[in-house]
């Protein structure tokens, strides 16, 4: 008898073995775009807190009001640029609002990074230090 074709368990294990490495596969798609999706959101992080030292440098000879949702998260909110080694605060809202950025997008979760982000200005060394709490 002339036997052509494969017999069950051959393709049985074709099968398993096709499996196993469509499961590594997906994983390690899925550990890339985790990765990537971390690396995004701290490079908006970066985003907010340069965009915070425009924000100082705008604000550097005049006094503001600080805001509303500012004052609700923190004690210390910025009134005034902060001097050699003063810390003050100021939220993402007042960024979107001065028009020095929009709305940040959260790639970790698809919506938006919150606008009460607190984000501390130091002046140190004749520097503006900008760091955004999370």
């Given amino acids: 008898m002339n036997n052509k074709g494969y017999t069950l368990v051959e ?18 798609i899925n550990n890339s775009i985790k990765a990537s999706r971390e690396k ?4 908006q992080y970066e985003t907010i807190e340069s965009t915070a030292k425009s ?19 923190s004690e210390n909110c910025c009134s005034k640029v902060p001097s050699e080694g003063e810390v003050c ?22 919506g938006y990074i919150n606008g009460q982000t607190l984000i501390e200005i130091t002046y140190r060394n004749n520097q503006f230090v900008t760091k955004a709490i999370r």
């Fill in 40 to 43: 995004s959101l701290e490079l």
């Fill in 89 to 110: 605060y100021i939220v993402l809202e007042d960024l979107i609002t001065e028009g020095l950025t929009e709305e940040l997008k959260d790639p970790k979760n698809g």
């Fill in 11 to 28: 393709l049985l294990a074709v099968i398993v073995i096709l499996a196993l490495l469509a499961g590594i596969g997906v994983a390690s």
């Fill in 55 to 73: 924000f100082c440098q705008k604000h550097l000879l005049d006094e503001f009001e600080p805001s509303t949702t500012c004052e609700l998260k």
